[in-house]
């Protein structure tokens, strides 16, 4: 109905102001209070620069040159000068008829005209399992791919991450450690070493000779204590696979994994300083190599090349990010914690500085913060097998797939979580996740109905015209909303609205389930509140799937 609202009001405008240039979609949003109507628009003030008028006799012209249409019950004039438009009673009943013919497609569009776009995201160093940091960039990560899909982008999802560096180092002489009989709690053990009981895992794998197969890497244990390089490799891949099954129980799967260490084995690092220097951009000081952020808008330069030869860290990001340019990808999004922060300055100064012709801005980040972990009203600090931190399988574990999906979701990434483990498992209302199956369940349940008594549904025998009651106005109102919520989410990166649509849909089909009976005996009447509730599980099943989350038939 917006998508026509626009129409009309292009036609009008092009009719009453025909030397000036009209937007083919002028913009139009929904209003928030019923007394202003159903649909709003500014183009009156937009044009009163061009048409050098009061935006209201504007906005008059407009509305006296609009098309009649049977949906649109009356206009006014507010305020400055916006149009406000208060919609018939029957508007949005074509919506049923809409959702129902495109079924598992309805809210899906071309926006993205198939243009390439790369979102990375977890990129967590096989050091450990994944805590609840990583589950909260994967759920975040993987719902940001899943809506560009839906609006026509052509998505990779990449894992970016490094099997080399102190961290390894740590990480193999940690394994040496326990492969030669050495615990966390011997004076022996590395100062710096990981204590988590995971290490014992991989040390007896190691021990054992295993072959450890990854998405990315596959090594056999040589089983030899004293050859750190094969125990760095096993222990890289041995954790990389566990990674692999904590994603694949989280349903997050990725296309694309790239190495740092293969950004340095190419020399990609060694073409990026160089091509910085022959830009003109750097400069030595101190025996180190400096980069001029500053002129491209960072607080301070930064330091590139270290008096002893090493990179800093950012010299690497620059590399690969120049890597994803190359690919072809006119869009990157990275989906981060919030400790990335002061990377991103620095990555899109280097960038900048290169004059390869990449948009200043690009790549976006999403950064997200810490999630407090939350059981019995205290903090859940710690993981037996971790030893330090909560694992995403201890969630997973406790409380499910869709639930630690929905709720690492729920907030917006930049604001601080607390997950409520009792609240997850809880089978209410309280439970957000519960209730939006609870109601798919139970309109899957009312066609379960209607099956057994031998009224099942007929949808050429639906009389739309008699859904005139509130809860149903307001049920088909609120089902329409669904592809401008896609769409608009995608083009924000803010996932966090759609669970709070889906929550609104439910609220109302749950008070149309309490205020109404569905099988009446009139087969008009009963037939179009069936396809009413059909669409709004179509809907509910749609929404669900862009969170990753299950629309289960029963509960």
Same mark, same amino acid.
């Given at each position: 109905?917006?998508?026509?609202?626009q129409?009309?009001?292009?036609?009008?405008?092009?009719?009453?102001?025909?030397?000036?240039?009209?937007?083919a979609e002028?913009?139009?949003?929904?209003?928030?209070?019923?007394?202003?109507g159903?649909f709003?628009?500014?183009?009156?003030?937009?044009?009163?620069?061009?048409?050098?008028r009061?935006?209201?006799?504007?906005?008059?012209?407009?509305?006296?040159?609009?098309?009649a249409?049977?949906?649109?019950?009356?206009?006014?004039?507010?305020?400055?000068?916006?149009?406000?438009?208060?919609l018939?009673?029957?508007?949005?009943?074509a919506?049923?008829?809409?959702?129902l013919?495109?079924?598992?497609t309805?809210?899906?569009s071309?926006?993205?005209?198939?243009?390439?776009?790369?979102?990375?995201?977890?990129?967590?160093?096989?050091?450990?399992?994944?805590?609840?940091?990583h589950?909260?960039?994967a759920?975040?990560?993987?719902?940001?791919a899943?809506l560009?899909?839906?609006?026509?982008?052509?998505?990779t999802?990449?894992f970016?991450?490094?099997?080399?560096?102190?961290?390894?180092?740590?990480?193999?002489?940690s394994v040496?450690?326990?492969?030669?009989?050495?615990?966390?709690?011997?004076?022996?053990?590395?100062?710096a070493?990981?204590?988590? #009981?995971? $290490?014992?895992?991989? =040390?007896? @794998? &190691? !021990?054992?000779? *295993?072959t450890?197969i990854?998405?990315?890497?596959?090594? +056999?244990?040589a089983?030899?204590?004293?050859?750190? #390089?094969? $125990?760095r490799?096993? =222990?890289? @891949? &041995? !954790?990389?696979? *566990?990674?692999?099954?904590d994603?694949?129980?989280?349903? +997050?799967?990725?296309?694309v994994?790239?190495?740092?260490?293969?950004?340095?084995?190419?020399?990609?690092?060694?073409k990026?300083?160089?091509a910085?220097?022959d830009?003109?951009?750097?400069?030595?000081a101190?025996?180190?190599?400096?980069?001029?952020?500053?002129?491209?808008?960072d607080d301070?330069?930064?330091?590139?090349?270290?008096?002893?030869?090493?990179?800093?860290?950012?010299?690497?990001?620059?590399?690969?990010?120049?890597?994803?340019?190359?690919?072809?990808f006119?869009?990157?999004?990275n989906?981060?914690?919030?400790?990335?922060?002061?990377?991103?300055?620095r990555?899109?100064?280097?960038?900048?500085a290169?004059?390869?012709?990449?948009?200043?801005?690009?790549p976006?980040?999403?950064?997200?913060?810490?999630?407090?972990?939350?059981r019995?009203?205290?903090?859940?600090?710690?993981?037996k097998?971790?030893?330090?931190?909560?694992?995403?399988?201890?969630?997973i574990?406790?409380?499910?797939?869709?639930?630690?999906?929905?709720?690492?979701?729920?907030?917006?990434?930049?604001?601080?979580?607390?997950?409520?483990?009792?609240?997850?498992r809880?089978q209410?209302?309280?439970?957000?996740?519960?209730?939006?199956?609870?109601?798919?369940?139970?309109?899957?349940?009312?066609?379960?109905q209607?099956?057994?008594?031998?009224?099942?549904?007929?949808?050429?025998?639906?009389?739309?015209?008699?859904l005139?009651?509130?809860?149903?106005q307001?049920?088909?109102?609120v089902?329409s909303?669904?592809?401008?919520?896609?769409?608009?989410?995608?083009?924000?990166?803010?996932?966090?609205?759609?669970?709070h649509?889906?929550?609104?849909?439910a609220?109302?089909?749950?008070?149309?389930?309490n205020?109404?009976?569905?099988?009446?005996?009139?087969?008009?009447?009963r037939?179009?509140?069936?396809?009413?509730?059909q669409?709004?599980r179509q809907?509910l099943?749609?929404?669900?799937?862009?969170?990753?989350v299950?629309?289960?038939?029963q509960?």
């Open positions: 109905m917006k998508r026509t609202v129409q009309l009001l292009a036609r009008a405008a092009a009719h009453a102001w025909p030397d000036l240039d009209i937007p002028p913009h139009v949003e929904r209003t928030r209070d019923a007394a202003h159903d709003a628009s500014n183009i009156a003030m937009t044009l009163t620069k061009a048409a050098r009061n935006p209201r006799e504007i906005a008059q012209a407009i509305v006296d040159a609009l098309p249409d049977d949906r649109i019950a009356r206009t006014e004039i507010a305020g400055p000068g916006f149009i406000n438009f208060f018939a009673p029957g508007a949005f009943r919506t049923i008829d809409d959702i013919d495109n079924g598992d309805y809210g899906r071309d926006i993205g005209a198939g243009a390439q776009i790369v979102i990375e995201f977890v990129s967590a160093n096989p050091t450990g399992p994944l805590h609840v940091g589950g909260r960039g759920a975040v990560g993987d719902c940001l899943r560009y899909e839906a609006t026509g982008w052509a998505v999802r990449e970016y991450y490094n099997d080399a560096g102190a961290q390894i180092d740590n990480l193999a002489v040496q450690a326990r492969c030669r009989g050495v615990t966390p709690d011997d004076d022996a053990w590395p100062e070493g990981y204590r988590g #009981e995971y $290490i014992a895992d991989v =040390a007896s @794998a &190691y !021990l054992a000779g *295993e450890v990854a998405d990315d890497r596959e090594v +056999v244990a089983a030899d204590t004293e050859d750190l #390089e094969a $125990i490799a096993f =222990a890289v @891949a &041995y !954790l990389r696979r *566990e990674q692999d099954a994603l694949q129980a989280f349903g +997050v799967h990725f296309d994994y790239s190495l740092e260490s293969a950004l340095y084995a190419r020399g990609e690092i060694e990026t300083v160089q910085l220097t830009a003109g951009h750097t400069y030595e101190d025996g180190a190599l400096w980069l001029r952020t500053t002129e491209f808008g301070k330069d930064r330091v590139m090349r270290k008096a002893d030869g090493g990179y800093t860290y950012f010299v690497p990001d620059v590399a690969y990010h120049i890597d994803k340019w190359q690919r072809g006119a869009r990157a999004i989906e981060q914690g919030a400790d990335h922060h002061g990377t991103i300055a990555v899109r100064a280097g960038l900048q290169l004059d390869a012709g990449i948009p200043a801005g690009w976006d980040y999403i950064l997200h913060q810490m999630v407090t972990v939350m019995g009203g205290e903090e859940v600090k710690l993981s097998r971790a030893g330090s931190y909560v694992t995403l399988r201890d969630l574990d406790q409380v499910g797939r869709d639930a630690t999906r929905f709720f690492l979701i729920a907030r917006k990434p930049d604001s601080q979580q607390t997950f409520d483990i009792d609240l997850a809880s209410s209302e309280d439970n957000p996740v519960y209730y939006l199956q609870y109601a798919h369940a139970r309109i899957c349940s009312v066609q379960r209607a099956a057994h008594r031998g009224v099942a549904f007929v949808r050429a025998q639906a009389d739309t015209t008699t005139d009651t509130e809860h149903e307001r049920l088909i109102s089902l909303r669904y592809p401008e919520v896609v769409a608009a989410a995608a083009a924000d990166s803010a996932v966090q609205s759609v669970p649509y889906l929550r609104e849909i609220d109302v089909f749950h008070s149309y389930y205020a109404q009976p569905f099988l009446v005996d009139d087969d008009g009447l037939n179009a509140r069936l396809a009413l509730i669409a709004t809907v099943a749609n929404g669900l799937g862009l969170l990753g299950h629309a289960p038939e509960m």
